[in-house]
C-alpha cells in the first residue's frame, strides 16, 4: 500500500518568498529524517503565505501506515507552529 498524505500551509509569518521556502525547507527536511518518509513541495504557484506539501510512504501494512501518517501529521503541525505557520488542511490518500 502506498500512503499519500497532503498538508496545506498558510504561513502567517512570511513577508517573502525566501521566508516561505525557510519555512517549507525546514519542515521538509525534519519530516524526512524523523520518519523516512519522502516529502515535495507540490504547488509552487509563488504564492508567498501559502504552500502544499506531499508526504509518501509505502508499505505492506495499512495499519502501519495510518499510525505513521498520523504522527507525520503531529509533527508537521508542530513544526509549522514553530515557524509561524499553521496546517490548513490535511488529508491521506490510499492507494
Sequence with gaps: MIA???LELHIEAAQSLKDKRQVVRSLKDRLRT??????AELDSRGLWNRATIGVVSI???KDYL?????????????????HGAD?????VEYL
Design 66 to 82: 495510518d499510525g505513521l501518517m498520523k504522527n507525520v501529521e503531529r509533527q508537521a503541525t508542530r513544526i509549522a507552529n514553530n
Design 4 to 6: 499519500f498524505l497532503t
Design 87 to 91: 496546517i490548513a488542511d490535511s488529508f
Design 34 to 39: 524523523s520518519f523516512n518518509v519522502s516529502v
Design 59 to 61: 508499505s505492506d501494512s
